[in-house]
């Protein structure tokens, strides 16, 4: 018998874990069947980015279950995604004072903060997120908060950091910029850090096009407008690929509609 245990408990955990990738923790602890539908339809719509329907399903589901913390989060995002800040706060806030999905919340919060100029809150949120849960898209939205709150050293720690958990492009572009806007407040000894890792950001990336635009001036502070018009004309180009993408999506989406 005692082998069987052996055997089988192992077995048993992997189920668990497997399945929990399908059913949240709420529905587990018996959350009330509608009051999960409802959320079901919300996330739905949320992906859809079909954001007062999302709000509603979250809206009705929270009616039925008050203490339904997905339902809050998630809320909370669709409220964020339709600009609607403070109350997006408020929702994250309810999801915190009921100890669940923390590192989300925190870190959706502080999207949130930033978003309203309140870099300061953003940090506590970001950096309160980070003790639970380390992640590379929070450090590098606390590095770009700590960058606007005026404290550089922070956000090049951040951005170190970042690019030894992960050397994305992004991470480097952060960085560089930061250096960028060092050097035009009158520090020229960062140029070159800014330069190699603009390039770098545009190696791993070669259609970021505020790269190209931040290392166009980086060149022109070299004094090399050749290059630096090089990169502002291939940063157009770009720009100007992405908004004629987006207005042919949206035409198919407006003829699929009728």
């Not at 403070?86 to 004072?97: H, S, V």
């Not at 930033?114 to 953003?122: D, E, H, K, V």
């Not at 940090?123 to 590098?140: F, G, H, M, N």
């Not at 505020?210 to 180009?237: E, P, S």
Request: hydrophobic share 40%; glycine share 4%; proline share 2%.
């Amino acid at each position: 018998m005692r082998p069987l245990i052996y055997i089988m408990t192992p077995v048993l955990i992997l189920t668990i874990l497997l399945a929990s990738r399908f059913i949240t923790w709420d529905a587990i602890k018996g959350v009330d069947r509608q009051a999960q539908i409802y959320v079901q339809e919300g996330t739905v719509s949320l992906r859809a980015w079909k954001l007062p329907q999302a709000i509603k399903a979250f809206t009705r589901a929270i009616e039925i279950e008050p203490r339904y913390a997905e339902a809050y989060v998630k809320r909370g995002l669709a409220y964020y995604r339709s600009q609607q800040y403070e109350t997006a706060i408020a929702d994250y806030t309810e999801t915190l004072k009921l100890k669940r999905y923390q590192a989300d919340a925190y870190a959706s919060r502080g999207d949130a903060y930033q978003s309203l100029g309140n870099m300061q809150r953003a940090i506590a949120d970001y950096s309160a997120s980070l003790k639970r849960r380390r992640s590379t898209t929070v450090i590098q939205k606390r590095a770009e908060s700590y960058f606007k709150h005026g404290e550089v050293q922070k956000a090049l720690d951040d951005y170190d950091d970042l690019i030894k958990r992960k050397p994305t492009a992004m991470a480097y572009y952060g960085r560089g910029n930061v250096y960028l806007q060092i050097t035009i407040r009158g520090d020229e000894n960062r140029l070159k850090l800014a330069l190699s890792d603009l390039d770098q950001a545009i190696a791993l990336e070669p259609r970021l096009e505020r790269a190209y635009i931040c290392r166009a001036q980086v060149h022109a502070k070299f004094g090399d407008q050749t290059l630096a018009n090089r990169d502002y004309n291939h940063a157009i180009k770009l720009l100007t690929d992405a908004i004629q993408k987006y207005l042919i999506l949206t035409l198919i989406k407006n003829i699929d509609a009728f």
